[in-house]
């Protein structure tokens, strides 16, 4: 089991940007994607951004160009680098990893942290 906690979020205006971070524990080398997920009420969540040990990323169209994941494989650190932020990414954000291949999927990830909620004022 890996421990994830996210922190980061915020209020910004449309046009701003925010880096969020994700601290992993645990039995982190059972994971081999990571990544980041975002949810706001009465939708399912879905995939952002996800990383793989190896560096691979896949992105949602949604925020191809915008947003970056990096990985500190050394600290077990997650990032998620946003900018150009638009009023429809405000979300709460979750951090999640597994041990499936690098993919937006959500059942590929059994590990989650508790969410940061970013809000962007249009």
């Known amino acids: 089991h890996v421990d994830l906690v996210e922190s980061g979020g915020g209020s910004v205006p449309a046009g701003g940007s925010l880096t969020l971070r994700c601290d992993a524990s645990?039995?982190?080398?059972?994971?081999?994607?990571s990544g980041w997920f975002r949810q706001v009420p009465g939708k399912k969540r879905e995939g952002v951004a996800v990383?793989?040990?190896?560096?691979?990323?896949t992105y949602a169209d949604s925020v191809k160009g915008r947003f970056t994941i990096s990985q500190h494989m050394t600290n077990n650190t997650l990032y998620l680098q946003m900018n150009s932020l638009k009023p429809e990414d405000t979300a709460m954000y979750y951090c999640?990893?597994?041990?499936?291949?690098?993919?937006?999927?959500?059942?590929?990830?059994?590990?989650w942290g508790q969410g940061t909620q970013v809000t962007v004022s249009s």
């Open positions: 999640g990893a597994g041990a499936g291949a690098c993919n937006l999927q959500l059942r590929l990830y059994s590990s």
């Open positions: 645990g039995w982190t080398h059972s994971h081999h994607s």
């Open positions: 990383i793989d040990n190896d560096g691979t990323t």
